[in-house]
């Protein structure tokens, strides 16, 4: 992958940052708002982690260790941990960081349903988003 504009990643960058400009468009019927922010973080955050495993994939020859490839003496790690530590271990110190955030904000959307999600929460998740893509880069 030399160019991340052609890249699955960027079509959801684009596709979270649209769905931001036009959030006030897309509220169904009798819903509230937070349907909608809770999707743009979600789409920030699996952008952001697919990105980093592509990347670390093509610089590295990194794989993310499925489920079953841990031994009984070896506690599973979760994809996203597996990805965090690799970031680490090459250097990628704010990407690691931003991906971090990222990953409590959707957690925060996806399975605390009843918090309320804040538009600067939403923000923050377009910025980390935003210096992901920045950070990481492929080739020339």
Not at 15 to 21: D, E, F, P, Q, V
Not at 22 to 40: G, H, Q
Request: hydrophobic share 35%.
């Amino acid at each position: 992958m030399q160019n991340i504009e052609k890249s699955p990643q960027y079509d959801l960058y684009r596709l979270t940052k649209n769905l931001y400009l036009n959030k006030e468009k897309l509220v169904p019927e009798n819903a509230d708002m937070r349907c909608v922010k809770s999707t743009i973080i979600n789409r920030a955050y699996y952008s952001s982690y697919s990105l980093a495993s592509v990347w670390l994939n093509y610089n590295f020859d990194f794989q993310i260790k499925p489920p079953k490839k841990f031994k009984n003496y070896r506690p599973f790690v979760s994809g996203h941990i597996q990805v965090l530590k690799a970031l680490l271990k090459y250097e990628k110190e704010d990407t690691n960081l931003y991906l971090g955030r990222l990953k409590n904000l959707r957690t925060k959307a996806d399975y605390h349903l009843e918090s309320k999600i804040y538009d600067d929460e939403v923000e923050d998740a377009l910025v980390y988003m935003k210096r992901i893509f920045n950070d990481l880069k492929f080739g020339d």
